[in-house]
C-alpha cells in the first residue's frame, strides 16, 4: 500500500508496529482502529469550539493515533488468505480500496469545509467511523492466522515479536533478505515523504490553491493510485521479479525528482504526478510483499506495522527538517534530495542481488 498523506488518519498507522492484530485477530484490531479514529475526530471537533481550549484539544487529538492501523491490519488479513506468489497483486487491489477513499474523501472534505464550515468535515468522518466499527465488529472475522497456517508456518522454538519486545523486533530484522529492503523503503521513501508533508503549505504559498482546489488536486492524486495500484502494479508484478519492480520504482523517483527541482506551478505538478504516484505505489506494494514473504505467517502483522511505521517517522522528522528546508531553499530542494538519495539507492540495488520472479503454480 502506497503511503498516503492525504488519506484519512484511519487508514493510516500511527503505532510503532502492529502485533495487536497478530495476537487479538483481525476484527479486534479493525474496531480498535475506528474507535479509535472517531475519538481523534471527536477532539477535532470539540477544538473547533470557541469556548474550549482548541489548541490543547488540537494537541490531544493525536494521542488516540497510537491505536490507529487499519491499513497494517488490512495488509495482514491480505497476506493471511493469499499465496506468496500473488500477493503483490492482491495488495496493490487493496490499495484501489484505498485509492476509492481518497477521492471520495477529497472532494467530500474540501466541499464540506468550504460550504458549511471547518467543523463539518469533522463531525461526518466521526459519523462515518462510528458506522465503521460497528460494521468491524459484526462482519470481520476474530481471525485469519488459521488461513495461513498451512502456507507458512513459523519456525520451531522462534520467539513471537512484540511491540515491546526489542530483541525479537531486532531478530525479525536481521532475517536474511529483510534488512536490506526495509532500509531501502525507508530511505528511498523519505524525501518523498519531505514533500508531501509540507504540501499543505506549498499548496497554499507555492501554488497559491484553495481548499476546496487543493481537494480536487487529491482526487486527481486518488484515482491515479487507484489506477496505478488496482490496475498496474498486478499486471506488471505477474511480468517482472519483485527486484526489477524496486529498481524501477527507485529510478522513475529519481527521474521525477529532477523534474520536481525544475517545477514552477500547479500544472508542472500534475505532470509530475503519475511518475510520483507510481514510485509510491511500487516502492510500498513490493518491499511490503517482500518483506512479508520473509517472516513466518505468524510475524506478519508485526512486519506489516514496522513497515506502516515509516510514515509516522517521516511526520515526527518531516515538519522541522522540510520547513527548514523549504524557508531556506524553497520547492526545488525537494527535487534535488529526492534525486540524489535515489540515485545513490538505485546504485546499491543494482549491485544487492534481488530475489527472482517465480513460476506461478497453476
Known sequence: MCWRPWSSPASSCNSPSC????QH??????????????ALYLLLVAACSPSLPGVALLFASR????????LPAAQMV?????????????????????????????????TLSSACGIQCPAIVALVVNLLGAVLSFTCIPTSTKEASAQAQ????????????DLKAITRLLLQPGVLPVFLVKVI?????????????????????LEAAQSGYLMSFFGVLQMVIQGLVIGRLSSHFSEGDLLRASVLVFSIVGLAMALMANVFHFCLLMPGLVFSLCALNV???????????ASDTGTMLGLCASVQPLTRTLGPTLGGLLYHSFGVPIFGHVQFAVNFLVLLFLWRQPMPQKKDKVW
Not at 474496531?31 to 479514529?37: E, G, K, M, Q, W
Not at 488468505?81 to 485509492?99: D, I, N, Q, S, W
Not at 523519505?190 to 504540501?199: C, Y
Not at 513490493?286 to 513466518?296: E, I, N, P, Y
Request: contains cysteine.
Open 63 to 70: 494521542l488516540p493515533a497510537a491505536l490507529m492501523h487499519t
Open 78 to 110: 491480505i497476506t493471511d488468505l493469499t499465496v506468496p506468489e500473488e500477493r503483490p497483486a492482491a495488495l496493490g487491489r487493496l490499495g484501489l480500496c484505498f485509492g476509492i477513499g481518497v477521492i471520495v474523501g477529497s472532494l467530500l472534505g474540501g
Open 188 to 208: 528511498s521513501g523519505f524525501p518523498s515523504g519531505l514533500f508531501m508533508v509540507m504540501f499543505s503549505i506549498i499548496s497554499m504559498d507555492f501554488f497559491q
Open 286 to 296: 513490493v518491499t511490503d510483499s517482500m518483506l512479508t514473504k520473509a517472516v513466518s
Open 19 to 22: 502485533p495487536f492484530a497478530d
Open 153 to 164: 508456518a513459523a519456525l520451531p522454538g522462534a520467539p513471537k515479536a512484540s511491540v515491546f
Open 25 to 38: 485477530g483481525a476484527r479486534a484490531a479493525f474496531t480498535l482502529s475506528f474507535l479509535a479514529s472517531s
